[in-house]
């Protein structure tokens, strides 16, 4: 279970949260949804610990322990993941490598025993069938090259590789076309199930008809202003946030 | 500073780094005198019971040597060198081993420590390696194999007095006993070093490799190592270095001759992991050396391909001199600076004759307060019609104290020549080490990866055996960069 209580934060010494207060028992996806400049990308960067945001107070706890203590790896392997809103191009580095590295990086810090290339590839080639992507997908360099969507579908792989228990997704949808918004769709539905839950980020209700969340938050500078069921998406997306900050 | 990388630091302190091979072996050795001087010259070549020939040209070597100045147009900064503070020979006690039973067990141990079996059945499959430890070749493994399709494989000692006439046609016919002042040096007091002979029209079999360990105190290592490739021939050959951890300097001066007659292939790797200093500068190997490629065959082609990543000071710039029609050089380089090393390497591809090419990739990584210069001259001669060289030419700086420079020397009087530079200059960027560490990986290991995947366009030119532990030794030099 995530727990945040009166979260604030900083990016060069500009206040960007003003205390958040979000529970997402495990299970459950919850969506995020607000205006530009709202919080949003802060929050899922705060909960991944990257530098250069600055908690100022509040809380953060994963499963009972302190997240906000944590080196971004050390999340990882506790089963955070971040799917990026721009993931980033590692020239040179080959995908499957890459993937290889950070799977077994993670294995080898929850003490589970590291995948060989051979049982690594037959895990990756399962997964990019189930998410109808290319075979030399895993061949080329991380990101290098990759159109936008595609970019996009290698964060889901990543994902369904790394099967964290806790999925930061940061406009994931983005970019996407419908059809790989479907498939997005559904590498993050396959891996719903009570041990899984997720933070999904989006400025657009669409996402939500093929993830559909138990909870929808608003998010409006940089606190949460509104919270509800999913047809809080459907009313967000026929009268828009203007007004929200004021509620 | 993340935990991480504090305890890593901690350790370094501790063990003196990542260095893996900074042990030394206890050894009874026998020293020829410090200092240097025409006796000494004559003292080296009466151990080696070298030909009068031989003298002669160490004696011509050792005259030109004293009337040179050390060379000052690099970017390295180095207390001044006594040479009369050094010894120039040292060779473990006895007489020379015959077979490998006769090998000192403690030799045998050291080279097993290494990753270097000597013992033919434990060997890495498909590579022959000659083992120079300091002053002396102490083994050199499959030479049987080898010789049956014709290949000499031995120290240079050796072939001295069983293949002078060899020798005396090719030694110094790339480097002149004169060319500077380091293969000066090198040219009066060479003491081993690997001699490499493939016939005409013979493919070798085998990766050769020579295995280049420093152990002795105050000594210095000045190995020679002469490469020839008859019309048709084909060869890889691969060296390794190493050398125990010290607080002092220590000198390597080594010479390296390669000669491709028509359409023959040379194919030289390295990888350099001289100790490199502690991480306040303390010690390490001063790399002081001369590598030359002749192609003087048409359609011949010599490849540098080099991993550095040890030494204080890195000096080199392993050349091609295209004299044959339609020859071909390479330089692919990947040069490592952390905490006090300085390199300035690069390479000379000089067209002589039409239509011939060269590639030069060179990427420089520094880290720590280390400072990396890429050197490179390019030089079309009037009568090199259609020649063609591309540089590609990369830095990566890891942190705000270290230094990246790039200094190409392009010389072109062809008209119908064309040359081309291409340079970058760039950052680890933090958002490529968030977006590994987010995935698991540690800032070392995501370090690591990064430097690989830049490195990758030089790496995957090494030999297959010798990939894979260039990209740990990569790693394992940068520990402790980054936080």
């Known amino acids: 279970m995530l727990e945040i209580k009166g979260l604030t934060a900083t990016i060069a010494d500009k206040e960007i949260l003003r205390g958040i207060d979000l529970t997402v028992p495990d299970g459950e996806i919850h969506a995020i949804m607000g205006p530009n400049g709202a919080g949003k990308s802060t929050l899922s960067y705060v909960l991944s610990g990257r530098e250069g945001y600055e908690v100022t107070g509040g809380s953060v706890t994963f499963d009972g322990r302190d997240l906000l203590a944590m080196e971004p790896e050390e999340r990882a392997a506790a089963g955070v993941f971040l799917a990026f809103q721009y993931p980033v191009e590692l020239p040179g580095v080959g995908n499957a490598n890459f993937i290889r590295t950070a799977l077994n990086a993670v294995r080898r810090a929850r003490g589970e025993k590291e995948l060989d290339a051979v049982g690594f590839l037959k895990e990756a080639r399962g997964a990019i069938k189930l998410l109808h992507m290319p075979d030399d997908m895993l061949k080329r360099n991380v990101n290098v090259g990759f159109s936008g969507g595609e970019k996009k579908r290698n964060e889901i792989l990543q994902m369904a590789l790394l099967k964290p228990s806790l999925a930061l997704l940061d406009e994931t949808d983005s970019g996407l076309d419908i059809d790989a918004l479907k498939i997005v769709a559904e590498g993050v539905n396959a891996l719903r199930g009570p041990n899984f839950s997720s933070l999904v980020i989006t400025h657009y209700q669409r996402l939500l008809d093929h993830i559909v969340p138990d909870r929808v938050h608003v998010l409006a500078a940089g606190r949460i202003v509104r919270s509800g069921g999913p047809e809080l998406a459907l009313e967000l997306e026929a009268h828009g946030y203007a007004g929200l900050e004021a509620a | ?483």
Request: net charge negative; aromatic share 10%; charged share 25%.
């Open chain 2, 1 to 483: 500073m993340p935990a991480v990388t504090e305890t890593i630091e901690t350790i370094d302190r501790l063990s003196g780094g990542g260095y893996k091979f900074g042990f030394e072996t206890n050894i009874e050795m026998d020293f020829v005198p410090k200092g240097l001087n025409e006796d000494i010259v004559r003292l080296i070549s009466a151990k080696k019971g070298e030909p009068e020939w031989m003298l002669e040209w160490r004696l011509k070597a050792w005259r030109a040597w004293q009337g040179m100045e050390d060379p000052h147009w690099a970017r390295i900064r180095h207390p001044r060198i006594d040479y009369q503070d050094l010894h120039y020979y040292a060779a473990p006690k006895g007489p020379p081993p015959k077979s490998l039973d006769e090998v000192d067990p403690e030799l045998l141990k050291t080279y097993d420590k290494l990753g270097i079996p000597l013992n033919e059945r434990a060997a890495l499959a498909g590579v022959a390696v000659d083992a120079v430890f300091d002053s002396v070749s102490v083994a050199t493994t499959f030479r049987e194999s080898l010789a049956k399709v014709g290949v000499i494989f031995c120290p240079i000692s050796e072939a001295i007095r069983e293949h002078p006439d060899l020798v005396r046609k090719y030694l110094g016919s790339v480097v002149p006993a004169g060319d500077n002042f380091y293969a000066a040096l090198n040219s009066a007091v060479f003491s081993d070093g690997s001699f490499v002979f493939i016939p005409r029209g013979v493919r070798c079999p085998m990766e050769l490799s020579t295995y280049f360990r420093i152990n002795a105190r105050n000594t210095g290592q000045f190995e020679r190592t002469l490469i020839i490739a008859e019309a048709g021939a084909h060869v890889s050959y691969l060296e390794g270095c190493t050398a125990p951890m010290r607080d002092e300097n220590q000198l390597h001066a080594a010479v390296v001759e390669l000669v491709a007659l028509d359409e023959a292939t040379i194919k030289y790797s390295t990888v350099q992991n001289w100790y490199p200093g502690d991480s306040q500068g303390r010690g390490g190997i001063y790399n002081f050396v001369t590598k030359r490629g002749a192609c003087r065959g048409r359609k011949s082609k010599i490849s540098w391909t080099q991993v550095e990543t040890g030494s204080a000071i890195t000096w080199k710039y392993p050349s091609c001199i295209l004299q044959g029609e339609g020859s071909t050089g390479e330089f692919y380089s990947v040069a490592v600076t952390n905490n006090f090393q300085q390199a300035d390497t690069g390479t000379k591809m000089i067209h002589l004759a039409p239509n011939t090419t060269s590639t030069i990739v060179s990427k420089g990584i520094s880290a720590g307060q280390s400072n990396n210069t890429y050197r490179g001259l390019v030089r079309i001669m009037p009568r090199a019609h259609g020649a063609r060289n591309f540089t590609q030419c990369d830095s990566l700086l890891i942190g705000d104290r270290c230094g990246a420079h790039t200094v190409p020397y392009i010389e072109s009087r062809n008209h119908s020549a064309k040359v081309e530079h291409e340079a970058t200059t760039s950052k680890i960027a933090e958002d490529q080490l968030f977006y590994c560490r987010s995935r698991g990986l540690s800032e070392e290991d995501a370090v690591g990866l990064i430097v690989n995947g830049f490195c990758r366009d030089v790496l995957k030119e090494l030999p297959m055996e010798f990939a894979v532990e260039a990209q740990k030794l990569l790693a394992v030099s940068l520990e402790g960069s980054v936080g």
